[in-house]
């Protein structure tokens, strides 16, 4: 019987290959935001929906007591209390002023989230139920949040690379976070819309705020919007383009939570209508009730760390292989990522990850050859960022930006695109 074993193995590895969701060790539940009561609208309260047989469970967590102990999450030391004018000690509590955006990090069991009205990217130890904040860096750098909601964070996720992503309702800061170590946050820039979208524009208060964000085990972000439009993002481009309207919602539905279920649809559920689950048809946005048990929550929010199968992936290209994929517009050796991509406002940002302290150099060329900006770089710090301007008078267009380090080794060669 031993003699088998390996054989055994190798058989049940071959099965997990050949099936994507297998592969992934699907999460058959997913966290919600919700009230204490089933239509409230006080989204502080944790609870986790069993997917399998679309009960709830009890509060997880009361993210409401102001009195509840948070811990720095650099230093994991009791963190020291925050004051402001307008919303008092509320933001001291770890939902204070409600949370319409979080994500399942499986890898390290947390659930990052940012409350609406508090710019501040934050963490529960989903082991210990201890609250983490990041108390050295702000999310968004706005925190005063716009009348129309624009800039405020309802849309989150962990992708298929292991970083998180935020992104504001009117789209002009897609927001990265590092989940390892150190909580590094980057903004990306803003999404561009493709030109096919025509009227349907990613960045439209009437049709795109609000709702939810899913990612696929290809390198793309899906936003699921409030008035239930969907948009498919690429990392790599920003380029947001959109899919449709989900079909068969009834009247009133609002699309505020989404997360992938064991059979690669999307379960969405809305802040407004109680009782009211659907699953969603990626491939031709059709939504199917889905049966609930027991009490029915509204909710703010859901989240879980499956990824939708694409099925442009190869069966043995694991969601492993995926994390470990360099981030959009960056060299796979140095690990020197550049973005926004395509470019919007004739300047881009490059982020020298792991690299040698030294100078380098940043040369912009057009197609034809031609510099249109040289600069030297310091760099003494690991992740540092520098912004490089183009200038006013730079043509729309393709350009080539090459960095050398100080031995004129080219550390990063990569193609830009100025809108």
């Known amino acids: 019987m031993k003699k088998n074993l390996p054989l055994l193995s190798f058989v049940f590895t071959l099965v997990l290959l050949s099936n994507p969701l ?22 502080s309260y944790l609870r986790k929906l069993d997917l399998q047989t679309g009960t709830y469970s009890q509060v997880l967590l009361n993210g409401n007591d102001v009195n509840a102990v948070a811990f720095d999450a650099a230093t994991k030391k009791q963190a020291a209390p925050m004051t402001d004018a ?5 933001v001291n509590a770890a939902f204070g ?35 983490y904040y990041v108390t050295d860096d702000a999310f968004t750098g706005k925190p005063v949040k716009s009348s129309d909601q624009g800039n405020m964070v309802t849309r989150m996720v962990i992708a298929a690379d292991g970083y998180g992503y935020a992104m504001t309702n009117d789209a002009t800061q897609l927001i990265r976070f590092n989940t390892r170590k ?33 990612a696929d085990d290809d390198g793309h972000l899906y936003v699921f919007s409030a008035r239930n439009n969907v948009f498919k993002i690429d990392l790599e481009s920003k380029v947001a383009a959109y899919l449709g309207v989900i079909k068969g919602l009834p009247n009133g539905f609002t699309v505020n939570g989404a997360a992938v279920d064991e059979n690669n649809r999307v379960l969405v559920a809305s802040a407004v ?15 199917s009730p889905f049966v609930m048990n027991g009490t029915v929550w509204q909710s703010s929010d859901l989240a879980n760390s499956n990824l939708l199968v694409s099925g442009n992936k190869k069966q043995n290209e694991t969601v492993e292989l995926m994390r470990n994929k360099s981030v959009a517009g960056a060299d796979k050796t140095t690990r020197i990522s550049l973005f926004p991509n395509p470019v919007t406002d004739n300047q881009f940002v490059i982020q020298f990850g792991q690299v040698e302290a ?62």
């Open 182 to 214: 150190k909580n590094t946050i980057t903004d990306l820039g803003a999404i561009v819309d493709d030109p096919a979208n025509k009227n349907v524009s990613i960045h439209n208060s009437c049709s795109s705020y609000g709702g939810d964000m899913i």
């Open 358 to 419: 030294g100078s380098y150099t940043v040369q912009v060329t057009d197609v034809t050859g031609r510099q249109v900006l040289q600069q030297t770089v310091n760099v003494n710090t690991v992740n540092q960022v520098q912004r490089i301007k183009l200038g006013a008078s730079a043509a729309k267009g393709v350009y080539m930006v090459k960095v050398t380090d100080a031995g004129s080794k080219i550390t990063l060669n990569a193609k830009i695109v100025v809108q």
């Open 22 to 43: 297998l592969a992934q060790q699907t999460d058959r539940f997913a966290y919600a935001i919700t009230d204490v009561q089933a239509n409230g609208f006080n989204w």
């Open 273 to 287: 209508q109680a009782g009211s689950y659907f699953t969603v048809d990626m491939k031709t946005l059709q939504a």
């Open 97 to 131: 002023t409600g949370v319409a955006a979080m994500a399942y990090d499986k890898r390290n069991n947390r659930l990052y989230y940012t409350p609406m009205f508090v710019d501040q990217l934050r963490y529960i130890d989903l082991k210990s139920m201890k609250v």
């Open 86 to 90: 307008r919303f008092g000690p509320w």
